[in-house]
T-cell receptor, first 114, second 111 residues
Framework: DGGITQSPKYLFRKEGQNVTLSCEQNLNHDAMYWYRQDPGQGLRLIYYSQIVNDFQKGDIAEGYSVSREKKESFPLTVTSAQKNPTAFYLC?????????????FGPGTRLTVL | EDQVTQSPEALRLQEGESSSLNCSYT??????LFWYRQDPGKGPEFLFT???AGEEKEKERLKATLTKKESFLHITAPKPEDSATYLCAVQAPGGSYIPTFGRGTSLIVHP
């Protein structure tokens, strides 16, 4: 089955720790994205990558880092510099078809800081 | 700055009671408007893309429409399984695909 997988589903972090969230896709999509979702707020873009070995900051990149060494993988590291990391994190990829661009999402990772 | 406003924030319906969700947007030239459904604790599921005013798309009990300033998601004779948060996003013209999302409408359909 083609799709986007995120792991783990739940993640707990202690103060001062870095943690890495995994995102893998087998859809052969070039572009991938990381969003953060907080209650009552819209999705906020953290980082995006349009091609392997290239990525750009989104609206709330501070305290986060990413890499894009493979087309299929776009891991997100939440560093200790992120002061309020507890949130639901969503990975997405984008396909361009005859009708235009469409973004598809993974199942999400819920990060809780203890 | 592109903005997307969804209303109402929350909507409670009885099973079979049709209604509409609204997505108002301000964008300098619309490249696409997207509707997603999100169940609690899960990632958004793509529903529709609309590109131009007057366009309509349907899927089961859902119909999305688009004008130059807003989009409506009409829900006809909803069932409890339609309960979810519905997200709207817009994409302005430009090189990078970076949609702007609204905060969503939480829909609860009571049996």
């Amino acid at each position: 089955d083609g799709g986007i997988t995120q792991s783990p589903k739940y993640l707990f972090r202690k103060e001062g720790q870095n943690v890495t969230l995994s995102c893998e896709q087998n859809l052969n999509h070039d572009a991938m994205y990381w969003y953060r979702q907080d209650p009552g707020q819209g999705l906020r873009l953290i980082y995006y990558s349009q091609i392997v070995n290239d990525f750009q900051k989104g609206d709330i990149a501070e305290g986060y880092s990413v890499s894009r060494e493979k087309k299929e993988s776009f891991p997100l590291t939440v560093t200790s510099a992120q002061k309020n990391p507890t949130a639901f994190y969503l990975c997405a990829s984008k396909v361009t078809g005859t009708g235009g661009d469409t973004q598809y999402f993974g199942p999400g990772t819920r990060l809780t800081v203890l | 700055e592109d903005q997307v406003t969804q209303s109402p924030e929350a909507l409670r319906l009885q099973e079979g009671e049709s209604s509409s969700l609204n997505c108002s947007y301000t964008v300098s030239g619309l490249r696409g408007l997207f509707w997603y459904r999100q169940d609690p604790g899960k990632g958004p599921e793509f529903l529709f893309t609309l590109y131009s005013a007057g366009e309509e798309k349907e899927k089961e009990r859902l119909k999305a429409t688009l004008t130059k300033k807003e989009s409506f998601l009409h829900i006809t004779a909803p069932k409890p399984e339609d309960s979810a948060t519905y997200l709207c996003a817009v994409q302005a013209p430009g090189g990078s695909y970076i949609p702007t999302f609204g905060r969503g409408t939480s829909l609860i359909v009571h049996p």
